[in-house]
């Protein structure tokens, strides 16, 4: 059973900086690289939202609302995935949730348990 364990959440102030992780287990380092990743947060009151997406070659996109400040970028070797957020603003505020896509549709996607991020004006 794949596993998705998010990390590096926290309270920073506007125009910080963090960075969060995702690291996969129950999966070979194969699979991993073949699949895709991708961050999406969710606001109360909000729906989920995708804030950024890396696929196995190494393509990116983003939502228009993080582009420039938010860069994603993956360790196979490590099975993790990363999301840089700089120039953080408080509308950025929410739970971020790491969401793996298999490259084949039999073993399914996953997400993980989410980690809050909250930034003060």
């Known amino acids: 059973q794949v596993q998705l364990v998010e990390s590096g959440g926290g309270l920073v102030q506007a125009g910080g900086s963090l960075r969060l992780s995702c690291a996969a287990s129950g999966t070979s380092i194969n699979i991993f690289s073949m699949s895709a990743v991708a961050w999406n947060r969710q606001a109360p009151g909000n729906q989920r939202e995708l804030v950024a997406r890396?696929?196995?070659?190494?393509?990116?996109n983003y939502a228009d609302s993080v582009k420039g400040r938010f860069t994603i970028s993956r360790d196979n070797a490590k099975k993790t995935v990363y999301l840089q957020m700089n120039s953080l603003k408080p509308e950025d505020t929410a739970v971020y949730y790491c969401?793996?896509?298999?490259?084949?549709?039999?073993?399914?996607?996953?997400w993980g348990q989410g980690t809050q991020v909250t930034i003060s004006s």
């Open positions: 969401n793996l896509l298999s490259p084949y549709p039999d073993l399914g996607d996953y």
């Open positions: 890396i696929i196995s070659t190494g393509s990116t």
